[in-house]
């Protein structure tokens, strides 16, 4: 079994930044594809940023520009730098990891709150 752990959300105002974190219980040395996910009240989940094993990201279009994500290895961390926050960035951000293929681990989620 795989342990994912999210932190980093909270409150911000619009313009401001946070960083997520997402530790994972095992090496992600090996883990085929890593990724941030978000779910708004009353919306789907949906992707907001992937990193492939071999380092090739994608993000949403809506994220573009404002988010980074990251991965320290030494420390089975994944990131989410958010720049330029919005109000409708506000969600619960979920980390996804693919251990092996269609293996999917999740954690619990970190809220996010972006004020005007």
């Known amino acids: 079994q795989v342990q994912v752990v999210e932190s980093g959300g909270g409150l911000v105002q619009a313009g401001g930044s946070l960083r997520l974190s997402c530790v994972v219980s095992?090496?992600?040395?090996?883990?085929?594809?890593m990724g941030w996910y978000r779910q708004a009240p009353g919306k789907q989940r949906e992707l907001v940023a992937v990193?492939?094993?071999?380092?090739?990201?994608n993000y949403a279009d809506s994220v573009k520009g404002r988010f980074t994500i990251s991965r320290t290895n030494a420390k089975n961390t994944l990131y989410l730098q958010m720049n330029s926050l919005k109000p409708e960035d506000t969600a619960a951000y979920y980390c996804?990891?693919?251990?092996?293929?269609?293996?999917?681990?999740w954690g619990r989620g970190t809220q996010v709150t972006v004020s005007s």
């Open positions: 990193m492939t094993n071999g380092g090739r990201t």
């Open positions: 095992r090496s992600i040395l090996s883990i085929n594809d």
């Open positions: 996804s990891v693919e251990t092996s293929p269609h293996v999917y681990y």
